[in-house]
């Protein structure tokens, strides 16, 4: 399977612990996004890298948030310190430059 | 401030009936893109369609079609004989040129299909 893939698909963590999500692109994609879903809405843009190299981030990564993608190919997203608030489901796409983006299925987190 | 409007939060059709999806946008950028992705009860968002800022013809695929005007800042999204496995929440997505093509999605319409 060729497509994005996501690990783990659940995480179920306590307050306080810090966590970690990884996303592996569809291999030729130069663009890799993560999104943040909580119930009921759609998803919400937190970063994007254009190779190794990240270019944006939202409002919305507080400093407890850090995402990397060292060698242009997989990504990381650390959350420090969880919160209650973190509870969501964490998306990440990949895309070629200005195309569409393709999903993952996603990193579903209980913060407890 | 909200970029993307889909105002039906949930749509019920019973098989066979004709259905359309609103979407309105709001962008200052000339170039920029549209974009439904379809999410099923699994959770993965599939994409549908893409359509750039420059290219106003309406799309067909199969039972799927695409209206997008830019003087009403819409591209309403129509489902012909719906089907049971149309049932899903359907994202309606702005990207512009100048955030890097992030995408910014509508809170999306949930619709059934029942038989």
């Known amino acids: 399977d060729t497509g994005v893939s996501q690990n783990p698909r659940h995480k179920i963590t306590k307050r306080g612990q810090n966590v970690t999500f990884r996303c592996d692109p569809i291999?030729?994609?130069?663009?890799l996004y993560w999104y943040r879903q909580t119930l009921g809405q759609g998803p919400e843009f937190l970063t994007y890298?254009?190779?190794?190299?990240?270019?944006?981030k939202s409002r919305l990564l507080s400093d407890r948030f850090s995402a990397e993608r060292p060698k242009g190919s997989f990504s990381t997203l650390e959350i420090q310190r969880t919160e209650q608030g973190d509870s969501a489901m964490y998306l990440c796409?990949?895309?070629?430059?200005?195309?569409?983006?393709?999903f993952g299925p996603g990193t579903r987190l209980t913060v407890t | 401030a909200q970029k993307v409007t889909q105002a039906q939060t949930e749509i019920s059709v019973v098989e066979k009936e004709d259905v359309t999806l609103d979407c309105v946008y709001e962008?200052?950028?000339?170039?920029?893109?549209l974009f439904w992705y379809k999410q099923p009860p699994s959770g993965e968002l599939v994409f549908l369609i893409r359509?750039?800022?420059?290219?106003?013809q309406n799309e067909i695929s199969g039972r799927y079609s695409w209206n997008f005007q830019k003087s009403t800042s819409s591209f309403n999204f129509t489902i012909t004989a719906s089907q049971v496995v149309d049932s899903a929440v359907y994202f309606c997505?702005?990207?512009?040129?100048?955030?890097?093509?992030?995408?910014?999605f509508g809170k999306g319409t949930s619709l059934l299909v029942t038989p």
């Open positions: 796409a990949s895309s070629p430059q200005g195309s569409e983006q393709y």
């Open positions: 291999s030729e994609h130069n663009r």
């Open positions: 890298f254009q190779n190794e190299a990240q270019l944006e």
């Open positions: 962008t200052r950028d000339t170039t920029y893109y």
């Open positions: 359509r750039n800022s420059f290219d106003e």
């Open positions: 997505a702005l990207s512009e040129e100048n955030s890097g093509y992030a995408l910014n």
